[in-house]
């Protein structure tokens, strides 16, 4: 009879020696008591087989290379700011709208810094835009500034000493990385940029370790997506969201300062604040900016930026427009300038002036809110999908309709007088012939005499004549 775990085992274990034989073929095929020994033999081979080569065939290289292949060695650095390792991840909670909260937007991308030497997360962002050089930008100034206005800004209370300029930041290959504007950055304050080796994303196991600790506690907030769909279940994520991107910045902060901070740390022993006074105290406070460099600079020097025309109107950008007193001097030239903008307020971009000063264009409109600029795509997207709506569709097509019925009726009426016109014009004036006979009836006649006819009267008749 016909065994189907045998032949189950069979066919994989045949996939795994990568055996081809028409016997195999037969043996499946057909079946039998020969089956199962052949399945024995099978199952000796694979014993003997290298471990790394049978786990490869099975789930691949990189799945053999994790689990089997030797890395030993841990990354080490010798004082704060030394090396600063970046990535980003998608936030395991779903937010809604600041502006509408009946509107999902879905997850948040989440990026951070942390410092190899003490554990301490040193930058943050946090936005709806995917990863991208505007992310890491605007994490490296977060790194770069003091945390007291980012912490006031935030309405969150904690100790966050972490500012400097680190000799390192190290990242993976990915594009959001090789920025033009990251680059430009890095180079104008000294950062030197590295990139970790292709496929061998254990060198940011710092980073990614940091990242699986704050995502296990996003899975805690209404909305939470869990890490896959067993865990979920059958919970909607997005109708038990409640928190918009406005509440869930400044708590994911909080986490940082009040929780990760101040909580033991497996590898250090002791909390990553603790790790951060005593490396300080050991090494001296981490570099800093120069001095000529302000925190407007610093933004503006990481910033995305794009090329404008200015117009006597401002700065075209986004669909909006954009104005400073002192670009009035570039009202006609047809040189386009350096744009930077942030995208976290669509309200202000910048650039430098006639006389190399930094402007800050705001929009014209005053009633432009203070919206990111991906929550400003949505929200402009969202507008076009309910525009679309089948009834308004309906109604605008019958509009349509309509339309062309009213200008052909017009069209037909115009025509029609045109020729009743030309007929008029170009008719002979002639009566009707029953009418013009009624009036001949009534006109009295006239009784005339006639005329003699004198010798000059013939003459002049005559004279016109030749005679033979």
């Given at each position: 009879?016909?065994?189907?775990?045998?032949?189950r085992d069979?066919?994989?274990?045949?996939?795994?020696?990568?055996?081809?034989s028409?016997?195999?073929k037969?043996?499946?095929?057909?079946?039998?008591?020969?089956?199962?020994?052949?399945?024995?033999?099978?199952?000796?081979?694979?014993?003997?087989?290298?471990?790394?080569?049978?786990?490869?065939?099975r789930?691949?290289?990189k799945a053999?290379k994790?689990?089997?292949?030797?890395?030993?060695?841990?990354?080490?650095?010798?004082?704060?700011?030394e090396?600063?390792?970046?990535?980003?991840?998608?936030?395991d909670?779903?937010?809604?709208?600041?502006?509408?909260?009946?509107?999902?937007?879905?997850?948040?991308?989440?990026?951070?810094?942390?410092?190899v030497?003490?554990?301490?997360?040193?930058?943050?962002?946090v936005?709806?835009?995917?990863?991208?050089?505007?992310s890491?930008?605007?994490?490296?100034?977060n790194?770069?500034?003091?945390?007291?206005p980012f912490?006031?800004?935030?309405?969150?209370?904690?100790?966050?000493?972490?500012?400097?300029?680190?000799?390192?930041?190290?990242?993976?290959n990915?594009?959001?990385?090789?920025?033009?504007?990251?680059?430009?950055?890095?180079?104008?304050?000294?950062?030197?940029?590295?990139y970790?080796?292709?496929?061998?994303?254990h060198?940011?196991?710092?980073?990614?370790r940091?990242i699986g600790?704050?995502?296990g506690?996003?899975?805690l907030l209404?909305?939470?997506?869990?890490?896959?769909?067993?865990e979920?279940?059958d919970?909607?994520?997005?109708?038990?969201?409640?928190?918009?991107?406005?509440?869930?910045?400044?708590?994911?902060?909080n986490?940082?300062?009040?929780?990760?901070h101040?909580?033991?740390?497996?590898?250090?022993?002791?909390?990553?604040?603790?790790?951060?006074?005593?490396?300080?105290?050991?090494h001296?406070?981490?570099?800093?900016?120069?001095?000529?460099?302000?925190?407007?600079e610093l933004?503006?020097?990481?910033?995305?930026s794009?090329?404008?025309?200015?117009?006597?109107?401002g700065i075209?950008?986004?669909?909006?427009?954009?104005?400073?007193?002192?670009?009035?001097e570039?009202?006609?030239?047809?040189?386009?300038?350096?744009?930077?903008?942030?995208?976290?307020?669509?309200?202000?971009v910048?650039?430098?002036?006639?006389?190399?000063?930094?402007?800050?264009?705001?929009?014209?409109?005053?009633?432009?809110?203070?919206?990111?600029?991906w929550?400003?795509?949505a929200?402009?997207?969202?507008?076009?999908?309910?525009?679309?709506?089948?009834?308004?569709l309906?109604?605008?097509?019958?509009?349509l309709?309509s339309?062309r019925?009213?200008?052909?009726?017009?069209?037909?009426?115009?025509?029609k007088?045109?020729?009743?016109?030309?007929?008029a014009?170009?008719?002979?004036?002639?009566?009707?012939?029953?009418?013009?006979?009624?009036?001949?009836?009534?006109?009295?006649?006239?009784?005339t005499?006639?005329?003699?006819i004198?010798?000059?009267?013939?003459?002049?008749?005559?004279?016109?004549?030749?005679?033979?």
């Amino acid at each position: 009879g016909r065994h189907p775990f045998v032949h189950r085992d069979i066919r994989e274990h045949t996939k795994l020696l990568d055996i081809r034989s028409a016997h195999c073929k037969n043996l499946i095929i057909d079946g039998g008591y020969d089956c199962r020994y052949y399945a024995v033999f099978l199952n000796s081979l694979l014993e003997r087989m290298d471990a790394a080569m049978l786990l490869k065939r099975r789930h691949g290289s990189k799945a053999a290379k994790y689990q089997l292949k030797p890395m030993p060695g841990h990354i080490e650095a010798e004082f704060p700011f030394e090396c600063i390792q970046i990535d980003h991840t998608l936030a395991d909670v779903i937010l809604r709208s600041d502006d509408n909260r009946g509107l999902v937007l879905g997850r948040p991308w989440v990026t951070l810094a942390i410092d190899v030497r003490t554990r301490m997360v040193v930058g943050v962002y946090v936005s709806f835009d995917p990863p991208s050089a505007t992310s890491v930008a605007l994490c490296v100034i977060n790194m770069l500034l003091p945390k007291e206005p980012f912490l006031e800004w935030l309405g969150v209370e904690g100790s966050w000493p972490c500012i400097g300029r680190p000799k390192m930041i190290y990242v993976d290959n990915g594009k959001d990385f090789h920025s033009r504007a990251l680059q430009r950055g890095c180079e104008a304050l000294a950062i030197d940029l590295q990139y970790r080796p292709v496929g061998s994303p254990h060198y940011g196991g710092l980073i990614e370790r940091l990242i699986g600790t704050m995502m296990g506690r996003c899975r805690l907030l209404p909305g939470a997506t869990q890490r896959d769909v067993r865990e979920r279940g059958d919970y909607d994520s997005e109708k038990a969201s409640a928190m918009t991107l406005g509440e869930f910045r400044p708590w994911f902060v909080n986490e940082i300062v009040t929780q990760y901070h101040l909580r033991l740390h497996r590898v250090l022993g002791h909390a990553p604040l603790i790790e951060w006074e005593d490396a300080t105290k050991q090494h001296g406070l981490p570099d800093v900016a120069p001095a000529c460099w302000t925190p407007f600079e610093l933004l503006v020097t990481f910033l995305p930026s794009t090329f404008r025309r200015i117009h006597r109107y401002g700065i075209e950008w986004e669909n909006h427009t954009y104005w400073h007193p002192a670009l009035a001097e570039w009202i006609g030239s047809a040189d386009k300038r350096e744009i930077f903008f942030d995208p976290r307020d669509i309200r202000f971009v910048y650039l430098r002036g006639p006389n190399g000063q930094l402007l800050r264009a705001e929009v014209t409109r005053p009633n432009t809110p203070a919206i990111s600029l991906w929550e400003w795509k949505a929200d402009r997207a969202y507008g076009r999908r309910r525009t679309h709506d089948p009834a308004l569709l309906a109604v605008r097509d019958a509009g349509l309709e309509s339309r062309r019925i009213r200008i052909n009726d017009a069209i037909a009426s115009t025509s029609k007088h045109a020729r009743s016109a030309a007929r008029a014009t170009h008719s002979r004036n002639q009566q009707q012939p029953s009418v013009a006979f009624d009036n001949a009836k009534n006109v009295e006649a006239v009784p005339t005499q006639p005329k003699s006819i004198t010798s000059g009267d013939l003459n002049a008749i005559y004279d016109g004549e030749l005679w033979s």
